[in-house]
């Protein structure tokens, strides 16, 4: 009786490169493996709590003086003063805590900009309305005329909360959007592969 050398082994696979991954599903986060589903950066200003500290105690004088005052020129002085201290502390301290640290995420629809430890200001920028995404190197408050969020009419809107590299998103409207966060580098790899699979095929 014949032997059959090849009788109950597997069967070549016909298709070698086809679903070369568990379960036969690519993932859907492109050609590059390393581009993450969902990138998640963040910067900080240790500076900045210096400067909400000193709200903080504008504030406390504003208090002090309203509790214990003993103020005998007259009652409109001492409201002014009152009034100038808190609304001075106010405005320092929520100026401050609100920059003292942004967080991004980029994710397959959008770019999303948190401030603060309570995440107010927010900015959601639709992939759709973006062009491209830049590395800078550098940037600094003076760039955009201080910290925080701010707005050039020529140039667009930025987040600043430190001095150092930044992310920078070219718009549909010809402005951009720039915000300094740590491993910007990875962030702009990111859009870049978010925008390459948003193409149309035709497009590529």
């Known amino acids: 009786m014949r032997d059959h050398p090849h009788e109950g082994a597997a069967a070549p696979d016909e298709h070698p490169g ?20 969902v990138w998640q950066g963040s910067a900080t ?5 210096l400067l909400a500290g000193i709200g903080a105690a504008c504030l406390a004088l504003g208090v002090e003086l309203a509790v214990n005052s003993s103020w ?23 100026g401050t805590l609100a920059f003292v640290r942004v967080a991004v995420r980029v994710d397959a629809d959008c770019l999303e900009v948190r401030c603060g430890h309570m995440g107010v200001p927010r900015r959601r920028i639709p992939l759709d309305t973006v062009v491209d995404a ?11 005329g201080g910290w925080g969020y701010r707005w050039r009419p020529e ?16 718009l549909g409207d010809g402005r951009t959007f720039t ?25 590529a």
């Open 134 to 144: 830049d590395f800078a190197p550098r940037v600094t408050p003076r760039h955009w």
């Open 18 to 37: 086809a679903d070369a991954v568990p379960g036969g599903v690519r993932p859907t986060g492109g050609s590059h493996p390393e581009i993450p589903e």
């Open 72 to 94: 005998t020129s007259g009652l409109v002085p001492l409201v002014m003063a009152v009034v100038g201290c808190v609304a001075a502390g106010l405005l320092v301290l929520y």
């Open 45 to 49: 200003n240790r500076f900045q709590w």
């Open 155 to 170: 140039q667009g809107t930025a987040v600043v909360v430190r001095r150092g590299e930044a992310l920078v998103l070219r």
């Open 179 to 203: 915000v300094t966060v740590d491993d910007a580098q990875g962030a702009v790899a990111c859009v870049r592969e978010r925008l390459r699979l948003r193409r149309p095929a035709s497009a």
